[in-house]
């Protein structure tokens, strides 16, 4: 099956640093790629759809200029928390598609803990 | 009103129960539905997709009422390693979105 990586695994942080998310499609190329957070007992809630090459498009509530979005190739999305508070400390996951077709199949990277202090 | 909405549980059953979850959604536009398991601080993980015509995958079975814009999935013969949280997912109308509900916790005991 379809392999999506994500580096790091866990982050720890201080207040007002800048964190660098990885999402890489191994095995397949990654048209779409999609960004999630989840809060604890809470459901993932989509903050951004990446394509290759164009800009993102970010859910409402969601502050383009806090997390920046780069998918710079067909295997690579980078989310970057900028200035990051406490409250940003969450459990991001990326999300991979082949397609951009409304029943396309997303495969899950593993997560990423960012834990801000 | 949340977009899909699950009772968060949790289910305590034994092993060999049989245990339904339920979700509805609100976007009677959405295409596609599906239920995804989630460990605790792992990532989701797809279980199945759910059909109009019901579907089953060995203990599983999801069923899909459209005009209730109701979603279940059925696990007969509960195993320990079925403890999870098990989300109820749906495509956002056309588009390759998927909402998540809140999930429901499963706590299966010897």
């Known amino acids: 099956g379809a392999v999506v990586s994500q580096h790091p695994s866990r982050v720890i942080c201080k207040s007002g640093t800048s964190v660098k998310i990885e999402c890489r499609s191994l095995d397949f190329q990654a048209t779409t790629m999609f960004w999630y957070r989840q809060f604890p007992k809470q459901s993932l809630m989509l903050m951004a759809t990446?394509?290759?090459?164009?800009?993102?498009?970010?859910e409402q509530g969601v502050e383009k200029d806090k997390f920046l979005i780069n998918h710079a190739s067909l295997t690579l999305s980078t989310l970057t928390v900028t200035s990051a508070h406490p409250e940003d400390s969450s459990f991001y996951i990326c999300s991979a598609t082949p397609g951009a077709g409304a029943t396309d199949t997303q495969y899950f990277g593993p997560g990423t803990r960012l834990t801000v202090l | 009103r949340k977009e899909v909405e699950q009772d968060p549980g949790p289910f305590n059953v034994p092993e060999g129960a049989t245990v339904a979850f339920n979700c509805t959604y609100s976007?009677?536009?959405?295409?596609?539905f599906f239920w995804y398991r989630q460990d605790c601080r792992k990532e989701p993980k797809l279980l199945m997709s759910v059909y109009s015509s019901g579907n089953e995958d060995g203990r599983f079975t999801a069923q899909l009422n459209r005009a209730s814009q109701y979603i279940s999935l059925l696990i007969r013969d509960s195993k320990l390693s079925d403890s999870a949280t098990y989300l109820c997912?749906?495509?956002?109308?056309?588009?390759?979105?998927?909402?998540f509900g809140a999930g429901t916790r499963l706590a299966v005991h010897p």
């Open positions: 976007n009677s536009a959405s295409q596609s």
């Open positions: 990446s394509n290759e090459g164009s800009k993102a498009t970010y």
């Open positions: 997912v749906v495509n956002s109308g056309g588009y390759n979105k998927l909402i």
